[in-house]
């Protein structure tokens, strides 16, 4: 669990997750959250608030084993009921954790964001190839 929750800490140093109701929701409405984490103690209208922003954005919602206090701690606050993880790598590797942890639990999660990552990998691989069609004037 340990390496789980630094990874998110690291995910927030590099500003690629959205702590908190109100910017967990905005990332979830612009399609930027990959992953919305929930503390095992959230409060019943957290987990419906979240639940509903993960319609709304079409993303995964993970209630992860640490409560509110241990999720806080790693991201820099006292208490976090919810975290949006906005980068697909770090989302990737966070969710392939937890599947090692529980595996009966996540690794359909798992499967689901490594599926994404390959193909945002690809789009990613796709634009650079056609940026450098573009640099040397070529046309497609």
Known sequence: ME??????????????????????GA????????????????APSSRRRAASFAEAGSTLLLTV???????????????????AITDI????????????????TYSAAAEQLAVKARRAMERRQEQARHEKKLRRGKKH
Do not use: C, N, Y
Request: hydrophobic residues 50%.
């Open 27 to 42: 990332a979830a409405r612009a399609k930027k959250a990959r992953v919305i984490l929930l503390a095992s103690d959230a």
């Open 89 to 104: 790598g770090f989302a990737e590797a966070i969710v392939k954790k937890l599947a090692e942890l529980d595996s009966e």
């Open 3 to 24: 390496k789980i929750l630094s990874m998110i800490g690291l995910a927030k140093k590099a500003g690629r997750a959205e702590i908190g109701e109100e910017p967990v």
């Open 65 to 83: 084993p640490a409560d509110k206090d241990q999720l806080g701690h790693v991201l820099g606050r006292t208490s976090v009921a919810m975290t």
